[in-house]
C-alpha cells in the first residue's frame, strides 16, 4: 500500500479540520473506502490523504481491477484522469468520479461521459468536495432519510402528538427512525415518548458542533424509545443553538435512509430556517375552526418561504360549516389528510403510553396510511 505524504498547508488544513472535528463527536473509521485507480504517484499522493482526512482505508490499482467485483462493490471509484481513457469500457456502475488537475478540458468532459463518472473534480480547488463524497459513500450517502417536519397551526394543534405518532409508526415499519424536537419552548419530545430518563445527548451538547457529524455516530448517541431515536431538549435552561450546528446535526441526521420526523416551531429564526431547508415534506396541523385556519394562513405563508412541499392535516371536530377540504382550500394547500379526533391520547399520556403506540387507535392507523403512501417502494419519498 502506497503511505500518503500528509502535510497541513492550503486547502488541506479545511478537509483535516473536517476530520479532527467529526472525531471529536465520537466518528472513528468508517466502513468501506474507495477504489482508487491511477498511476499518477503525486494525484495518488492527494487522494491517499484526503481518504485519509474522510477517516477511510482505500484500495489502490493502477487500472481497472480484473476480479469485477473490485470494481463494482467499492462504495465510491476515484479515476484519475491519467487512465480515463483505459478504464472506458468498464462496467457501468453508479458512485464514479473523474480526478484530475489540468484545466478544464472538453476531452476530459467526454471521457467522463464515456466512463460513466457522475462527476469531475479538479485539485486542489475540490479537496474539501472531495473528501465529503469520500466519507459520504463510506457511510452510506447515497441513502438519504425522508425528512418530515410539523407544525401546528396554532397551539395545541396536535404537531407533537402528530410527530411522535409518525415516529413511532415509521420504526415499527422496521425503518431507521430519528425523532427531533425542533421548538426549544416545548414540553420536550423525549418527555412524550416516554424516554426522558433514558441516557443520551441532548440539543445542549451540539451547540458546539459544526462540519460533518457521522450520521451513524449521531444516532447512537440519541436517547432511544419503542425503536425511535429521539434529540430532544434538556429539562435545563440551553442557550440557543447556532445554526451552523443545527444544519450539521440535521444533515448527520439524514445520511443513512430511513426517516426524520421534526416537531417544528411556530416561529422560523435563523437556526429554524436551516431546519426548514432539509425538510422533504412538511405537515401544517389545522384544527377545524375559523381562528385556527386564520392563525395557520399566517404560518402557512412563513414555511412556504423555505418548504419545498407544505400540506395541510386537518383535525377534528369541526365548526359548523367546515371540513378538512374546505380548511386546506382556505390555506390554499393540499390535504395531506384528516387526523382523527382521539380522546384517549390524552388518557393514554397521563398512563405514560406515548401517543400514536397503539397501531389500532386512529391515530396509529393515520400514520401508517401516511407513510404507505410517502414511501411506497418502502425507502423512496
Known amino acids: 500500500m502506497h503511505k500518503p505524504t500528509v502535510s497541513r498547508t492550503g486547502a488541506e488544513h479545511e478537509a483535516t479540520a473536517r476530520h479532527e472535528s467529526t472525531a471529536r463527536d465520537g466518528e472513528g473509521v468508517r466502513g468501506p473506502g474507495p477504489l482508487i485507480v491511477t498511476e499518477d504517484v503525486a494525484l495518488l499522493d492527494d487522494l491517499l490523504r484526503l481518504c485519509a482526512a474522510a477517516g477511510v482505508e482505500p484500495e489502490v490499482h493502477h487500472r481497472v481491477p480484473e476480479r469485477r467485483a473490485s470494481w463494482t462493490d467499492p462504495p465510491l471509484v476515484l479515476v484519475g484522469e491519467d487512465v480515463a481513457a483505459r478504464c472506458r469500457g468498464s462496467v457501468r456502475r453508479p458512485g464514479v468520479v473523474l480526478v484530475g488537475r489540468a484545466p478544464d478540458d472538453p476531452e476530459v468532459w467526454r471521457l467522463a461521459v464515456e466512463l460513466g463518472a457522475d462527476s469531475v473534480l479538479r485539485l486542489p480547488g475540490a ?103 429521539v434529540l430532544s431538549w434538556g429539562r435545563e435552561p440551553t442557550g440557543s443553538v447556532p445554526p451552523d450546528a443545527v444544519r450539521a446535526v440535521l444533515a448527520a441526521a439524514r445520511r443513512g435512509g430511513g426517516v426524520v420526523v421534526v416537531d417544528l416551531p411556530r416561529a422560523v429564526d435563523e437556526a429554524g430556517a436551516e431546519v426548514l431547508a ?31 412541499d407544505l400540506r395541510a392535516v386537518v383535525r377534528g371536530p369541526y365548526a359548523a360549516g367546515l371540513d378538512e377540504r374546505w380548511v386546506a382550500d382556505a390555506l390554499r394547500l393540499p390535504l395531506a389528510g384528516e387526523l382523527p379526533y382521539d380522546p384517549v391520547i390524552v388518557t393514554g399520556q397521563d398512563e405514560g403510553t406515548p401517543p400514536g403506540a397503539d397501531p389500532r387507535g386512529p391515530l396509529g392507523r393515520f400514520c401508517a396510511a401516511f407513510w404507505e403512501q410517502a414511501l411506497p417502494s418502502g425507502g423512496a419519498a
Open 278 to 308: 432539509q425538510l422533504d415534506l412538511g405537515l401544517l396541523v389545522v384544527p377545524g375552526e375559523l381562528r385556527a385556519v386564520a392563525a395557520a394562513h399566517r404560518i402557512a405563508g412563513t414555511l412556504s418561504l423555505g418548504v419545498r
Open 127 to 229: 479537496e474539501s468536495r472531495l473528501v465529503e463524497r469520500i466519507a459520504d459513500a463510506a457511510e452510506g450517502g447515497g441513502r438519504t432519510a425522508l425528512t418530515v417536519g410539523v407544525v401546528g397551526g396554532r397551539g395545541g394543534a396536535g404537531a407533537s402528538t402528530l410527530a411522535c405518532g409518525l415516529a413511532l409508526a415509521a420504526a415499527r415499519s422496521g425503518r431507521r427512525t430519528l425523532l427531533v424536537d425542533g421548538d426549544p419552548l416545548g414540553g420536550g419530545l423525549d418527555v412524550l415518548l416516554g424516554a426522558e430518563r433514558e441516557e443520551g445527548r441532548r440539543w445542549s451538547d451540539f451547540t458546539a458542533s459544526k462540519g460533518r457529524l457521522a450520521g451513524g455516530a449521531l444516532a447512537e448517541s440519541l436517547p432511544a424509545a419503542r425503536g425511535v431515536r
